[in-house]
Nanobody, 112 residues
Framework: QVQLVESGGDLVQPGGSLRLSCAASGFTFRIYGIDWYRQVPGKERELVAAINTSGSYTRYADSVKGRFTISRDNAKNTAYLQMNSLKPEDTAVYYC?????WGQGTQVTVSS
């Protein structure tokens, strides 16, 4: 059974940091690129960051460049999203995505 399980979402103050994790199982993790998306109610899901199979190539939405870092550990079948200098507009449900597989999402709320 294919599973992507996100964790690490929380309530954090502006300027704070969080690290999201995406634990994969049921498929060959290392052969798929991984994406992180986010979505707020009433808006389309937005691509935040992407990483290739080896981790040698990454790309980011303009809104998070310089603040977020995507990474992966193929030995642990896990991807990460390090989020620094968080802003209220980063508030969303964050989803992990690989090929046609989606996780259930983890809520990130940035508020004072």
């Amino acid at each position: 059974q294919v599973q992507l399980v996100e964790s690490g979402g929380d309530l954090v103050q502006p300027g704070g940091s969080l690290r999201l994790s995406c634990a994969a199982s049921g498929f060959t993790f290392r052969i798929y690129g991984i994406d992180w998306y986010r979505q707020v109610p009433g808006k389309e899901r937005e691509l935040v960051a992407a990483i290739n199979t080896s981790g040698s190539y990454t790309r980011y939405a303009d809104s998070v460049k310089g603040r977020f870092t995507i990474s992966r550990d193929n030995a642990k079948n896990t991807a990460y999203l390090q989020m620094n200098s968080l802003k209220p507009e980063d508030t969303a449900v964050y989803y992990c995505h690989a090929f046609s597989f989606w996780g259930q999402g983890t809520q990130v709320t940035v508020s004072s």
